[in-house]
């Protein structure tokens, strides 16, 4: 496996860990309107970003990887917000435990700007 296989192997397999964190979150989430509601938009936002990285290394284009990267992203800053949102209720018995995973949202959403940029000089230097 070269360099860049490990590099995306690493980002996937860091995703779906991302994920099941998530869900862990999820889980802990009060059986109240609110933490419903919460709850299933938070499982959207914040599995998505692993099935959409996985996807976009299946792109069929470099203009289809930036796109499939761009929803990853999106769906990143989505669930950073929820995130925010639990915590600022709070939603959770200890808020300050979400710190961990805000932090991990912020390092991935670093991760795909950077990705997302690099994609796009390539695509228009080819």
């Known amino acids: 496996m070269n360099g ?20 862990n979150v999820v889980e802990v989430l009060p059986d109240t309107l609110a933490g419903k509601h919460v709850a299933g938009q938070l499982v959207r936002s914040g599995t998505s970003p692993a099935a959409n990285y996985g ?42 435990k979400l ?6 949202t912020n390092e991935l959403i670093s991760i795909f700007v950077v990705s997302i940029t690099t994609a796009k000089k ?5």
């Open 4 to 23: 860049e296989q490990a590099r995306n192997f690493d980002l996937q397999e860091r995703l779906v860990e991302y994920a099941v964190r998530v869900l």
């Open 55 to 96: 996807e976009a290394q299946g792109a069929e284009s470099r203009k289809d990887f930036i796109h499939k990267m761009k929803i990853s992203l999106k769906e990143l800053r989505e669930t950073l917000v929820w995130l925010l949102i639990i915590q600022s209720k709070p939603l959770v018995e200890l808020p300050k």
């Open 99 to 104: 710190n961990s995973i805000i932090e991990e």
């Open 122 to 126: 390539n695509l228009l230097s080819q």
